[in-house]
């Protein structure tokens, strides 16, 4: 067992050994570190620094910046992130939700919807977030990984939204039937060349949520090919993606017979969501 220390002291020194390796953001890591730790609210630290940090407390706080160290995510560390003022839960099976990412909910509430649709969903948190926003709206959150739905399923049952949201297993549109007013996704968008050259911490997000192993277009293409029929007349489809991408997924929605098309900016300034509207009429072929 360590010496007893203070959590001012134990802070300090976390947020030393995460400077040591280099890590950015140490003090907020270590923060965010110690609140888990304590089981409290990172607000609360600054009034607890001069106590005796309790040894169980201790221990937890050095096993997490030991993982931390590993550059393992501390969302993942504390089975948590907040995206759009909430919190959701997140494991290795999910991507983590990401400030980027925001953009895509301003762009989606931009108009009203009722009948939400989202591809890849992970965590859950964009369709959550707009089911949240929306009150009137309900939706369906669509995944290949089982794990995932699950976690998207308890994010939803936490955030009060169960009965408005429904997940279910489908290879984009393969299981879903009926149209939507919106759809969203964020794919794997990340090239296989890109890959190499990713933080260190992307390393412990599932593989499968960040590449598409060829040249990050593989998911628009297949969303593209058959969204006109889940699209309701006029409905939108919006699609985060990589800066680099913004013209060759903004053809694939004018080849699919959207219209509209437009180009959206992160905070940023770097192209991040691509938007599109169904034309007035349905295409005929819907499931």
Not at 22 to 51: E, Q
Not at 179 to 187: C, E, K, M, Q, V
Request: proline fraction near 6%; hydrophobic fraction near 50%; include cysteine.
């Amino acid at each position: 067992m360590s010496a007893a220390v203070t959590v001012q002291q134990a802070l300090i020194a976390g947020k030393s050994r995460l400077d040591a390796a280099g890590l950015a953001g140490a003090m907020g890591d270590a923060r965010r570190l110690m609140a888990f730790a304590l089981k409290i609210d990172a607000s609360r630290l600054t009034l607890v620094a001069p106590d005796l940090l309790p040894p169980e407390a201790q221990i937890r706080f050095e096993a997490a910046i030991a993982a931390r160290l590993t550059r393992q995510p501390v969302s993942q560390i504390i089975g948590k992130r907040a995206f759009y003022g909430r919190e959701f839960r997140v494991t290795p099976d999910t991507l983590d939700p990401r400030p980027d990412t925001e953009a895509l909910i301003s762009a989606a509430l931009r108009a009203p919807a009722t009948r939400l649709l989202d591809l890849g969903t992970g965590t859950g948190c964009i369709l959550l977030t707009l089911l949240a926003e929306l009150p009137q709206a309900s939706g369906v959150g669509a995944d290949v990984s089982a794990a995932a739905l699950t976690v998207a399923q308890s994010n939803a049952q936490a955030l009060g939204l169960g009965a408005r949201a429904a997940f279910l297993w489908s290879d984009w549109f393969s299981q879903i039937a009926g149209r939507f007013d919106l759809i969203t996704a964020n794919p794997p968008y990340i090239a296989l060349c890109e890959m190499a050259g990713l933080a260190p911490e992307l390393a412990h997000e599932p593989r499968m949520a960040l590449t598409d192993e060829s040249d990050g277009l593989t998911a628009y293409r297949a969303i593209c090919a058959r969204v006109r029929d889940y699209l309701a007349p006029e409905g939108r489809l919006l699609v985060e993606i990589g800066p680099t991408q913004g013209t060759a997924v903004s053809q694939l929605m004018r080849d699919a017979g959207l219209v509209a098309v437009e180009i959206l900016p992160d905070l940023d300034g770097r192209d991040r969501v691509v938007a599109a509207h169904a034309p007035k009429t349905a295409s005929q072929t819907a499931p």
